[in-house]
């Protein structure tokens, strides 16, 4: 009895010198005979960590290939992707000789070996995808596993710059139970070697296209303990010319319309028509183009929202302020003075700015002088003596007659004067008007000149 448990402890350590398993040694160079062997050696210790010890770290080799790029969802903070996950892991102590066992490499069923927990800590939705029945075994004892991935990943987006936007979405991959001193993991592909993998396999050329692809590992500390991860960062950018030709182009449309309205005449009360028909236009044209833009939770707002917000504010207030042109065109003879401090904000300083010129007041004076009847009648006398020689003395009736006449002369002649040059008051508040005017239309060019300014720095 002695002897037997001897025996046993000697088999024992023997097999711990000499690694999880032993050396296969194959009868024939058949897929018989290695099956065997491995059923013999090998699968029965599918529930034990492949080492020699469990002091011993199981290296793990991971890396990923990008197939494809399925969805983002901004209002749910979420990217959908295709990827395939490679690892890469060794049992300890097997092998077997190509010659006497006739490959170097079988497929077996994924169920017969030992497999790490690796999981992604992203994950947002259960993997539906196809799991792939088989692993590849190597004579050196290296397991290699190619798995595809459907994955619904959280990523925090940010969507200020919409269109223009670059999203870095973070993908981590760890063991779920192992500590770091039982698994650790190592990255099988540099960056470059990952990027350049991924756009050659990739399948989808749709919203999103893949900029970069960055690794590095990192130890997650746990209350119970260390965990080893490699993390890759998928680096997206937006394809926006959807977005710009549907977008862009048709609001700076809407928008140049609005600008050029302002070259209609002040007075005219179409020009006021004209921009309430714009503004329920570009109304209609957002309501029907609201789907493309992103909904999103985030305290901030993309910024071609905040275009098509102020976009908007300035169609309303060139309305009101063609309101107020159009109020002060047809009703400033009714107002009272303007008070002197904005006739001189308004006329002296503005209007330098808007490159108006001041008008010049007329020194054009109408003066009513009224002779005497007597001086009068013999002025005339004298005026149609010149004409026709002697005439016959006027009738008292027909020099009153002249005097109406020429009352009623000056009178009209000081109304039409009136109503050409306007009073003073009515100038004034018109020449206010028309500075407000081309005051705005200078800030509308202004605007629009920094918005393309921004949006070719964006897309630069």
């Known amino acids: 009895m002695t002897e037997v448990k001897t025996a046993g402890l000697i088999f024992i350590c023997f097999s711990m010198l000499h690694g999880f398993v032993a050396a296969l040694n194959c009868s024939s160079p058949t897929p018989k005979s290695l099956f065997d062997a491995l059923e013999k050696e090998l699968f029965p210790r599918k529930l034990l960590r492949p080492v020699k010890s469990f002091s011993d770290t199981l290296n793990v080799t991971i890396s990923m290939t990008l197939v494809g790029i399925i969805g983002v969802n901004e209002k749910a903070q979420s990217l959908t992707t295709l990827l395939w996950l490679h690892s890469e892991w060794r049992i300890d102590g097997l ?4 010659k006497e066992c006739g490959t170097t490499r079988v497929s077996i069923p994924r169920g017969k070996l030992w ?3 690796i999981h992604m800590t992203e994950f947002m939705e259960e993997d539906k995808s196809p799991k792939a029945p088989f692993v590849y075994l190597y004579n050196t004892g290296h397991v290699y596993d190619h798995n595809p991935m459907r994955v619904v990943s959280s990523c925090q987006l940010l969507i200020y710059t919409f269109p223009f936007d ?3 979405c973070s993908l981590t991959f760890e063991s779920h139970l192992h500590f770091v001193d039982d698994i650790r993991l190592f ?11 991924s756009r050659h396999a990739l399948q989808t050329r749709g919203e999103w296209e893949l900029v970069d692809i960055e690794i590095g590992s ?4 746990i209350n119970a303990g260390s965990y080893s991860g490699i993390r890759y960062y998928i680096i997206l950018r937006r394809r926006p010319v959807l977005y710009v030709v549907n977008l862009l182009i048709p609001s700076c449309f809407l928008l140049t319309m609005d600008l050029f309205s302002f070259l209609l005449p002040p007075h005219c009360v179409d020009r006021s028509s004209f921009k ?3 503004i329920l236009g570009y109304t209609v044209f957002l309501l029907i183009m609201n789907d493309l833009l992103p909904v999103t939770g985030e305290l901030a707002t993309p910024l071609m929202n905040v275009l098509f917000c102020i976009s908007l504010a300035l169609m309303v207030a060139s309305l009101l302020e063609t309101i107020f042109i159009t109020n002060i065109q047809f009703s400033s003879s009714q107002y009272s003075a303007a008070p002197h401090w904005l006739s001189v904000l308004v006329l002296r300083y503005l209007a330098v700015v808007v490159c108006i010129p001041p008008k010049k007041k007329s020194n054009r004076v109408t003066v009513c002088l009224r002779p005497p009847a007597r ?3 013999t002025s005339i006398i004298e005026h149609l003596k010149s004409v026709s020689g002697d005439i016959p003395p006027l009738k008292p009736t027909a020099l009153d007659e002249l005097r109406k006449m020429r009352s009623n002369l000056t009178a009209i002649r000081l109304q039409i004067d009136k109503h050409v040059q306007g009073s003073k008051t009515s100038q004034e508040w018109q020449m206010i008007g028309i500075v407000i005017d081309r005051l705005l239309f200078g800030l509308y060019i202004v605007f629009i000149s920094v918005c393309v300014i921004i949006i070719i720095c964006l897309w630069s």
Do not use: C, F, H, R
């Open 95 to 98: 092998s077997w000789d190509e």
């Open 115 to 117: 497999y790490p927990d």
């Open 166 to 168: 670059v999203q870095n």
């Open 187 to 197: 990255q099988g592909k540099t960056p470059t070697e990952a990027l350049n993998e």
């Open 218 to 221: 990192n130890i997650l500390e």
């Open 276 to 278: 309430m028909t714009l």
């Open 375 to 377: 001086a009068m009648n």
